[in-house]
């Protein structure tokens, strides 16, 4: 019953900035907690932060300070403002959402995932 649809990862030059997006959609849900993770090659995956939905939040020690996580719950999305990208901010990017859904009760819910490639 929900649809994550990521968007705004690409190509950036070390010292550079994304903003990710990802958009819920659907019927019959109430989104909770969201937040991005994120899979390098060779690396477990990583949170990188979340948002709650009365918006406090939450970082990982290595983004903090440059990345920014936000959330309009009027229109379902949460972002990801990442400033100050580095070589090692090179992942996928997944966002998830923890949801209830009427049909499935509370559930996570993840989209596909946006490549963000950070070149030195």
């Known amino acids: 019953q929900v649809q994550l649809v990521e968007s705004g990862g690409g190509l950036v030059q070390a010292g550079g900035s994304l903003r990710l997006s990802c958009a819920a959609s659907?019927?019959?849900?109430?989104?909770?907690?969201m937040g991005w993770h994120r899979r390098a090659p060779g690396k477990q995956r990583e949170l990188v932060a979340t948002i709650t939905n009365g918006g406090y939040t939450n970082y990982a020690d290595s983004v903090k300070d440059r990345f920014t996580i936000s959330r309009d719950n009027a229109k379902n999305t949460v972002y990801l403002q990442m400033n100050s990208l580095k070589p090692e901010d090179t992942a996928v990017y997944y966002c998830?959402?923890?949801?209830?859904?009427?049909?499935?009760?509370?559930?996570?819910?993840w989209g596909q995932g946006t490549q963000v490639t950070v070149s030195s």
């Open positions: 659907g019927s019959g849900f109430s989104l909770n907690a």
């Open positions: 998830k959402a923890e949801a209830w859904a009427v049909a499935t009760g509370r559930s996570d819910y």
